[in-house]
C-alpha cells in the first residue's frame, strides 16, 4: 500500500519522466524541423539542445510555421507540462513544510522522543504504528524516518524553540532517550515548562543506582497538573524482559559472559530474583568476562558484549563446548537470529537463543508498565484484591488490573504519587534501598504514624472524589459513597481501617521496588 511519504517521491519521478521524455523528443524532433529553416541550418549539437531547453520555457527560437513534425509537437506540449508540474510540486513541498509545522504546533495527545541514537528511532518506530509520533534531534534521516510514519524535527532537543517545534505543549508522552543524561534531565524540565495538557515523560538514565535515586527523589512530588516523571535504565528494562523469558528454572545456576553494561544488569536481576524466591537450593550466578574461562553448564548462559561480532564468537564457542543452552543478546534480533536459531545448525536442538536488547527496551508498553507509579499502583490494587477476596457486596473494582475501570487505576496512582507527601509529615523521606540503612518502623497509636498517614489518604481520597463531583450517600453509586465523610465526623471503623492497612503495607510496598524508608534527623526538619 502506498504511504503518504512515497506519494510526493513518486510525483517528483513522473515528473522526472516527463522531462527526459520532452527533452528526447525535442531534440530529434528539432534534428528534423531545423533542416527546413534556412537561418538555422548549421545549427549543431549544442545549438539543438539549448533550443531544446527553451521549450520549457514555453518558447524556443527556432520555431516559426508549422509543420513541426509529430515528435516536436508533443515536445513543445510535454516540456511546458513538466516545468509546470516541477513548480507546483516545489511550492507543494515548501506548502507542506510549512502546514506540517503548523500542525505539530497544534498536535494534541501524540508522542515525542527525543534522542540522537539508534534506540531513540526503534521507540519512536513502534510508537508511530499506533499513534502520531515526532523524534526530535535524531541522526536518522528523514527520509528513513518517513516511510516508518514518523515525523522528524531537528535541532536541539534542549533548545526550547525546538520542543515547541515538535508540538511538546500538548503531547501525551514524552520519552527523553538521548545516551547523555544531562541531556534527558535538561529536557524533562522544559517539557514541564512547556506542556499544557498533561503529560507522562520517561527519561534514561544509564545507572541502576541513579535510577533508584532519580525515583526515590521524584515520588516525594506529587504529579501535579498531570505532569508525571519516570527514570528507567535500557539495560534494566531489557534484563528484566530476558529473564522473565529465559530464566524460568530458579534451581539451576545461571552464567553471565561479558563485561558491558548489559551483563551487569543480567547479573543483578538474577542474584534479585533468586532472593526474592527464598529457595533453598536456588542456583548460583557465575559472571565471566572471557568465553575461555568458562565451565561446561547445564543452566543457562547468557553472552552479552558492545560488538555483536563478539557475542556471536563467544556465543558459538559456548555452544560448540556442550553447554545446555546459550542466549546470545544483540542489540537488535535480525534475520540472522532466525537463522542461527533454526536453520544454522542442525544439532542445537533448541539450546541457541537470540535476544534484541532494543527490540524489548524500546517497547512503549514496557516502558509505561514499568514506571515506578503504575508499578506502585498495580501493587496496591493486586493487596486491596488479596485483602478483599470474598467480601461481599462485591464492588466493580473487585477485578484485576487489566479489567480495572479507567477511574480506579487513576486513583491508585494518584494515591502512589502521594506517598512522599505522606511520608515527609512524619519527617520521613524515601531512599535507595541499601543493607546499612538505619531500621524504620511506623508507631502505632492515635497519635502515632500510621494513624497519621491513614488520615492523610483518607483526606486525599476525599478530595479527589468530591472534585469528580461525589457527594456523601448510604449507598455507593457513581456519584454517591457512604465513605464521604470527615475522619472525626462519622467515618465508620471499617473504613478506617482500610486507610491503616495501606500505611502499614508502606515499607513492603517500597522495598519490593529497590526503595527504603529513612526517618530524617530532628535537627535536619527543624532547619
Known amino acids: 500500500m502506498k504511504t503518504s511519504a512515497e506519494t510526493p517521491i513518486r510525483l517528483w519521478m513522473v515528473t522526472a519522466g516527463l522531462w527526459a521524455m520532452a527533452a528526447v523528443l525535442g531534440y ?4 528534423g524541423y531545423l533542416k527546413g529553416q534556412p537561418e538555422f541550418a548549421g545549427a549543431g549539437v549544442f545549438d539543438r539542445v539549448y533550443y531544446t531547453g527553451q521549450l520549457f520555457l514555453l518558447s524556443s527560437t527556432p520555431l516559426n510555421d508549422p509543420p513541426y513534425g509529430p515528435m516536436l509537437s508533443i515536445a513543445m506540449y510535454l516540456a511546458p507540462l513538466a516545468t509546470v508540474l516541477a513548480v507546483l510540486e516545489a511550492v507543494s513541498a515548501v506548502f507542506r513544510a510549512r502546514f506540517a509545522a503548523w500542525m505539530l504546533l497544534r498536535e494534541r495527545g501524540h508522542s515525542v522522543v527525543v534522542g540522537s541514537g539508534l534506540a531513540a528511532f526503534v521507540l519512536a518506530r513502534r510508537l508511530a504504528e499506533t499513534r502520531p509520533t515526532v523524534l526530535v534531534g535524531s541522526g536518522i534521516g528523514s527520509d528513513v524516518a518517513r516511510r516508518h510514519e514518523v515525523r522528524v524535527v531537528d535541532g536541539d532537543p534542549t533548545d526550547e524553540a525546538t520542543l515547541r517545534a515538535a508540538g511538546v505543549r500538548g503531547a501525551a508522552q514524552v520519552f527523553a ?5 544531562a541531556v534527558n534531565a535538561e529536557v524533562a524540565l522544559l517539557v514541564r515548562s512547556l506542556n499544557q495538557a498533561g503529560v507522562s515523560v520517561y527519561a534514561r538514565a544509564d ?6 535515586a532519580l525515583r526515590a527523589r521524584r515520588l516525594g512530588v506529587d504529579g501535579q497538573d498531570g505532569y508525571r516523571l519516570d527514570f528507567f535504565s535500557i539495560e534494566e528494562v531489557a534484563a528484566i524482559e530476558l529473564l522473565d523469558e529465559h530464566d524460568r528454572d530458579l534451581e539451576q545456576t545461571a552464567v553471565v559472559v561479558g563485561s558491558d553494561r548489559f551483563a551487569d544488569a543480567v547479573e543483578g536481576d538474577l542474584i534479585r530474583r533468586r532472593r526474592r524466591a527464598g529457595i533453598p537450593g536456588a542456583g548460583t550466578v557465575v559472571r565471566i568476562d572471557d568465553e575461555a574461562s568458562a565451565a561446561r553448564s547445564e543452566g543457562t548462559v547468557y553472552v552479552s558484549a558492545s560488538d555483536p561480532n563478539d557475542v556471536l564468537r563467544r556465543g558459538l564457542r559456548l555452544l560448540l563446548a556442550g553447554n545446555g543452552r546459550v542466549v ?7 534475520g540472522l537470529a532466525d ?3 533454526q536453520r544454522l545448525f542442525d544439532d542445537v536442538q533448541g539450546r541457541l537463543a537470540v535476544f534484541g536488547v532494543l527490540d524489548a527496551a524500546c517497547d512503549p508498553t514496557l516502558l509505561e508498565r514499568g514506571a515506578l507509579v503504575e508499578r506502585l ?17 462485591a464492588q466493580d473494582s473487585h477485578v484485576p488490573w487489566d479489567q480495572l475501570d479507567e477511574r480506579y487505576r487513576a486513583d491508585n496512582r494518584a494515591q502512589a504519587e502521594h506517598i512522599g507527601t505522606k511520608l515527609a509529615e512524619i519527617d520521613a523521606v524515601i531512599v535507595p534501598a541499601a543493607p546499612d540503612l538505619p531500621p ?4 502505632e497509636g492515635p497519635q502515632g504514624d500510621v494513624e497519621k498517614l491513614a488520615r492523610m489518604e483518607h483526606e486525599r481520597w476525599m478530595a479527589a472524589r468530591r472534585e469528580a463531583g461525589v457527594t456523601y450517600g448510604e449507598q455507593r453509586t457513581a456519584r454517591t459513597h457512604p465513605d464521604m465523610r470527615d475522619w ?4 465508620t471503623e471499617d473504613a478506617k481501617e482500610k486507610d491503616r492497612m495501606f500505611a502499614r503495607g508502606l515499607p513492603a510496598l517500597l522495598e519490593a521496588e529497590g526503595l527504603a524508608i529513612v526517618r530524617l534527623p530532628r535537627s535536619y526538619h527543624d532547619d
Open 28 to 31: 530529434v524532433g528539432f534534428a
Open 177 to 181: 532517550l538521548d545516551p547523555s543524561g
Open 207 to 212: 545507572e541502576r543506582e541513579l535510577v533508584a
Open 328 to 334: 546470545l543478546c544483540l542489540g537488535q534480533r535480525s
Open 339 to 341: 537463522a542461527l536459531e
Open 377 to 393: 499502583a498495580r501493587a496496591m490494587h493486586a493487596r486491596y484484591l488479596v485483602e478483599y477476596a470474598g467480601s461481599s457486596p
Open 440 to 443: 524504620f518502623t511506623l508507631a
Open 488 to 491: 472525626d465526623a462519622g467515618l
